[in-house]
């Protein structure tokens, strides 16, 4: 079946504008996560959504970061005034649940680049 | 969060097992060890998850110790596209999100 899509695949924007990152998580999965990765860096985790409802927002960076999912499919990561730090690759997962069984499925990433 | 560690890289020749260790060593009763492992420019991809019993499944094997404080990941006849790092972790019970650490690079040789 489908995995999880995003899109772009890639996206290059000046810095100072505004930036819309898809998502679109396995049918049926009620959990869906967002990760990024920077050049080199390890996976850091951002945001979590339970249904439409996220109730840890704690990775967020900064309140440039924003992200909303609708439906309890789609999620969508809205970056504001972009920086040349926000440069990564962002990472969506989705699982079916969110309790003990850790099992996420991700995405192949948007890379972002703020020129 | 219990810590794990694992060596930074490891090598095997194609269509030898590859045998990947962690350390977990602070690991609580309730917590299972998940692998997880990142081809270059994809995203991370579940291996396989166990709590205290060995599970298998068609990607790979896994093996924790009976104290629990370390596992190791074999994939028994590793190819080039094994070629990837491979993340150890260990959430903690109520948490829902995957702290990804370092990892092992593993290099499978032609």
């Known amino acids: 079946g489908a995995g999880v899509s995003q899109s772009p695949s890639n996206k290059v924007t000046e810095k100072g504008k505004d930036v819309e990152l898809r998502c679109d998580p396995i049918s049926g999965h009620t959990a869906l996560y967002w990760y990024r990765q920077s050049l080199g860096q390890g996976l850091e985790f951002l945001i979590y959504f339970q249904g439409n409802s996220a109730p840890d927002k704690s990775g967020l960076p900064s309140d440039r970061f924003s992200a909303e999912r609708t439906g309890g499919s789609v999620s969508t990561l809205t970056i504001q005034r972009t920086q040349q730090e926000d440069s990564a690759v962002y990472l969506c997962?989705?699982?079916f649940g969110a309790g003990r069984v850790r099992k996420q499925y991700f995405g192949p990433g948007t890379r972002l680049t703020v020129t | 969060d219990a810590k794990t560690t694992q060596p930074t890289s490891m090598d095997c020749a194609e269509g030898r097992a590859a045998n990947l260790p962690c350390n977990h060593s602070t690991i609580s009763g309730n917590e299972y060890v998940y692998w997880y492992r990142q081809i270059h420019s994809q995203g991370p991809q579940y291996i396989i998850h166990g709590l205290k019993n060995n599970e298998t499944n068609e990607m790979a094997s896994l093996i924790i110790t009976e104290d629990r404080k370390s596992s190791t990941l074999i994939l028994p006849h590793a190819t080039l596209r094994d070629t990837a790092v491979y993340y150890c972790i260990v959430p903690p019970d109520s948490s829902y999100k995957l702290i990804f650490g370092s990892g092992t690079r593993l290099l499978v040789r032609p």
């Open positions: 997962a989705s699982s």
